[in-house]
């Protein structure tokens, strides 16, 4: 089973809008250090839309190599063409994914019985999959009927459910988690949203793939391993400590303000591609103060602190 804190890991950019694959092997090994259960790149917070093929190919090498033997690696893989999504998956296998995240089919809309296939058709590349539910960028919600369904097919191991709905959570949870346990079968039910995790962990579910590990991949680890353990007036401690950040990172369109503060730290970061813009000055501001509060100096992280 799927469980513990996995790092949505930003792609960093050059200047001259480059991906700066330098920078991602640094970032990749400063996750590692920080004893994160895994990481995924090339998802939504990577840019995978705005990325080339030939430079997700790249990222994923570097991700394997580096991670091999120490962490897990979830590589993004969605699409909303079928072919497509099934193309991005086989990649994963291919290159030795742990297992491959697949959005569902955006801007498409599909009924039900089309995002059922779509699913059925990923999962026969041999892979686990995880589904990554998230109706605010997809335009289309899987709730947990649906996902019971989806649990149902052989391959799909869990989902990063990013619906911001603390009731469909539970739901997912109690009514499609715990009765696949009760077949001898394991469906994860993973955060997409930090500021839910808490949430999510007090109602039984299994962790985080979180934006904001980015950062603070230590501290967000240690509060969803209290989570598991049931230490939730740790959770709690941890939560409220995170919080002011978890709402900055996410004051303008992921990745931008997650790239600002990596940026602000001295980690690699440079630039999100268009269409995404830069980070306004008067939330470039509201994020530094927030960036000033988690770290020991305003603009700079001493090796130290980064080791």
């Known amino acids: 089973m799927l469980t513990g804190m996995f790092t949505a890991l930003i792609t960093p950019m050059k200047e001259n809008g480059d991906v700066d694959y330098d920078g ?23 840019e995978a839309p705005t990325l080339e093929e030939d430079e997700e190919e790249k990222l994923i090498k570097i991700a394997m190599e580096e991670c091999s033997g120490k962490i897990q690696v979830i590589v993004g893989a969605g699409s909303n063409s079928t072919k497509s999504a099934v193309s991005y998956t086989q990649r994963a296998k291919d290159l030795g994914a742990d297992a491959a995240l697949v959005v569902t089919p955006y801007y498409n809309k599909p009924n039900d019985a089309g995002i059922l296939l779509h699913f059925e058709a990923v999962a026969r590349v041999g892979i686990p999959i995880v589904v990554y539910n998230i109706a605010s960028r997809t335009g289309r919600n899987i709730n947990a009927a649906l996902m019971g369904k989806l649990s149902e097919i052989p391959g799909i191991v869990g989902v990063k459910e990013s619906s911001g709905d603390v009731n469909q959570m539970a739901d997912i949870i109690h009514d499609v988690s715990e009765k696949r346990a009760t077949e001898g079968r394991d469906f994860s039910v993973i955060s997409g949203d930090d500021a ?69 730290a001295g980690l690699p970061a440079g630039p999100a591609r268009l269409p995404l813009g830069a980070l306004s000055s008067a939330n470039r501001e509201l994020l530094a103060a927030a960036v000033a509060d988690l770290i020991p100096a305003k603009y700079g992280l001493s090796e130290e602190w980064r080791k």
Not at 235 to 255: D, G, S, W
């Open 24 to 46: 991602f092997r640094e970032l990749t090994r400063f996750q590692i250090a920080n004893r994160v259960d895994g990481i995924v790149p090339i998802g939504t917070t990577g």
């Open 196 to 264: 839910l995790t808490l949430s999510l962990l007090a109602l039984g579910g299994h962790g985080v793939i979180s934006v904001v590990a980015n950062l603070v991949p230590s501290k967000v680890a240690e509060l969803v391993n209290a989570g598991l353990a049931g230490d939730f007036a740790r959770t709690r401690i941890l939560h409220y400590e995170l919080l002011p950040f978890m709402k900055a990172a996410f004051v303008e369109t992921n990745p931008v303000p997650i790239k600002a503060a990596l940026e602000m």
